[in-house]
Structures are given as structure tokens and as C-alpha cells.
């Protein structure tokens, strides 16, 4: 089972490796951002199981990169901020931050709050999943349908997304064309079963080093295709 992955936003550089390795000495992944633009680019490549994000920060403060966030992911946000004044906070939790700590604060304290906010994600909501291969090479993100080779996105079309994601999600299994077929066209689905390959050559065009010699998407000779497990 993977870690609980955490996404740490501060401009603070010192505040930002305190938090890592408090983190991470507890057992979580560490993603880190020192600035808001950063946060959200890496968003839907890390997908994290929660954020903890100082409020303020120059040039997009923390409550504008909540309301970002917020338009694509229900992910848990504590808000870390040296305001105690109640308009403050108040404001936080408006703009979609589910709890807040004043710094300065105990370790044991965030720990806690971080804990409580995981356990009530996983009862209220299935947390972002990933699916990573080759060491993180290859990321497919389920909750945003988007696609990533060694951090940079891949474009594909909702066809291609579907057939790579059916395709991971089996990971070592030979599916045969025509299961392919049914599963990503449908009966009918207009395309003929023996078109699949053709398919399957543009995505590998677009997520293999060398397409004739694949590392994802495999061909198990007269049986069909498979992904590559780890």
C-alpha cells in the first residue's frame, strides 16, 4: 500500500525541510512547493493525499492557491499562518481549507491534525489515486484522466486514456485484441477489431523511448498485449 502522500507549500525554506523531515520520520512521502505556481504544477502529477500550505506567501498567497486547488481536487488543505486574528481564518476556511495551525505550533499537534484530516478523507472519499510505473517514469493520474513521462504531460485523446488506463490497470495480463475491442469501443463501437494495433502504435509513439522496443505496452506474439508490471 502506498504511503499517505503530503504536499508541503512555504516560501520559508527552513519551515519547508522542518516539515519534511518531521513527515517523513513519521512514515509519509514528501512532495515540496516554496511557491504557489510550483503547488500547482506539481498538483496533478503528485496528486497528494493532503496539503499543508502557509497562507502567507509572495506573489500567490495561500488562500489563491486554495481556491485553484479547489476547482480541481477535493483534496484535504491544513492552512499554516502567523495571523491568529478569527477574520482571518474564518476567510481560510471560506476559500476551501478544511483546518488551520498559528505558527508557531507543537510538532505532535500537527501530526495530530494531519492524522484526524487523512481519516476522515478515507470515510468521506476515496483519496486521489496514481498509478506509477518505472520508478515514476510513467504516472497516470485516475482523478484528473491525465498522463505524465518523467513529469512532463502527455497529450492524449480520451481514447488513448482509456485504452492506456485498461491497459495499467492489468498490468501483466494479456488482454487480446478483441477484448480490447469491446472494452474500450464497445460492440459496434465502429472500429475494426483488427485496427487495434494501429492504436495501440500511436501510443506507444507517445509513451515509448523506442516504440519498437516498448518498456509500457508489450506484445505477447498471437495472444494480444499487455502492460509491463514493475
Same mark, same amino acid.
Given at each position: +500500500?502506498? #504511503? !499517505?502522500?503530503?504536499?508541503?507549500?512555504?516560501?520559508?525554506?527552513?519551515?519547508?525541510? =522542518?516539515? *519534511? %523531515?518531521? /513527515?517523513?520520520?513519521?512514515?509519509?512521502?514528501?512532495?515540496?512547493?516554496?511557491?504557489?505556481?510550483?503547488?500547482?504544477?506539481?498538483?496533478?502529477?503528485?496528486?497528494?493525499?493532503?496539503?499543508?500550505?502557509?497562507?502567507?506567501?509572495?506573489?500567490?498567497?495561500?488562500?489563491?492557491?486554495?481556491?485553484?486547488?479547489?476547482?480541481?481536487?477535493?483534496?484535504?488543505?491544513?492552512?499554516?499562518?502567523?495571523?491568529?486574528?478569527?477574520?482571518?481564518?474564518?476567510?481560510?476556511?471560506?476559500?476551501?481549507?478544511?483546518?488551520? +495551525?498559528? #505558527? !508557531?505550533?507543537?510538532?505532535?499537534?500537527?501530526?495530530?491534525?494531519?492524522?484526524?484530516? =487523512?481519516? *476522515? %478523507?478515507? /470515510?468521506?472519499?476515496?483519496?486521489?489515486?496514481?498509478?506509477?510505473?518505472?520508478?515514476?517514469?510513467?504516472?497516470?493520474?485516475?482523478?484528473?484522466?491525465?498522463?505524465?513521462?518523467?513529469?512532463?504531460?502527455?497529450?492524449?485523446?480520451?481514447?488513448?486514456?482509456?485504452?492506456?488506463?485498461?491497459?495499467?490497470?492489468?498490468?501483466?495480463?494479456?488482454?487480446?485484441?478483441?477484448?480490447?475491442?469491446?472494452?474500450?469501443?464497445?460492440?459496434?463501437?465502429?472500429?475494426?477489431?483488427?485496427?487495434?494495433?494501429?492504436?495501440?502504435?500511436?501510443?506507444?509513439?507517445?509513451?515509448?523511448?523506442?516504440?519498437?522496443?516498448?518498456?509500457?505496452?508489450?506484445?505477447?506474439?498471437?495472444?494480444?498485449?499487455?502492460?509491463?508490471?514493475?
Amino acid at each position: +500500500m502506498d #504511503k !499517505p502522500r503530503i504536499l508541503i507549500v512555504d516560501d520559508d525554506p527552513e519551515m519547508l525541510r =522542518l516539515l *519534511r %523531515s518531521l /513527515l517523513e520520520s513519521q512514515g509519509f512521502a514528501v512532495d515540496t512547493a516554496s511557491d504557489g505556481p510550483t503547488a500547482l504544477r506539481l498538483l496533478p502529477q503528485v496528486a497528494p493525499d493532503l496539503i499543508i500550505l502557509d497562507v502567507l506567501m509572495p506573489g500567490m498567497s495561500g488562500k489563491e492557491v486554495c481556491q485553484h486547488v479547489r476547482r480541481q481536487s477535493p483534496v484535504p488543505i491544513l492552512f499554516l499562518t502567523a495571523l491568529g486574528e478569527v477574520d482571518s481564518i474564518v476567510d481560510g476556511l471560506n476559500r476551501g481549507a478544511d483546518d488551520y +495551525m498559528v #505558527k !508557531p505550533f507543537h510538532p505532535a499537534e500537527l501530526l495530530a491534525r494531519v492524522q484526524a484530516m =487523512l481519516r *476522515r %478523507s478515507r /470515510l468521506q472519499t476515496a483519496p486521489p489515486r496514481l498509478l506509477r510505473f518505472r520508478g515514476g517514469d510513467l504516472v497516470i493520474n485516475r482523478t484528473l484522466s491525465r498522463v505524465f513521462l518523467r513529469g512532463n504531460e502527455v497529450p492524449l485523446s480520451p481514447l488513448e486514456y482509456n485504452l492506456l488506463l485498461f491497459l495499467a490497470e492489468r498490468a501483466g495480463h494479456v488482454i487480446p485484441p478483441e477484448e480490447l475491442y469491446n472494452a474500450i469501443w464497445g460492440p459496434g463501437g465502429g472500429v475494426d477489431p483488427r485496427q487495434v494495433k494501429w492504436y495501440i502504435w500511436r501510443l506507444r509513439r507517445k509513451i515509448e523511448d523506442d516504440p519498437s522496443h516498448p518498456r509500457f505496452i508489450c506484445t505477447e506474439r498471437g495472444r494480444g498485449y499487455y502492460f509491463a508490471p514493475e
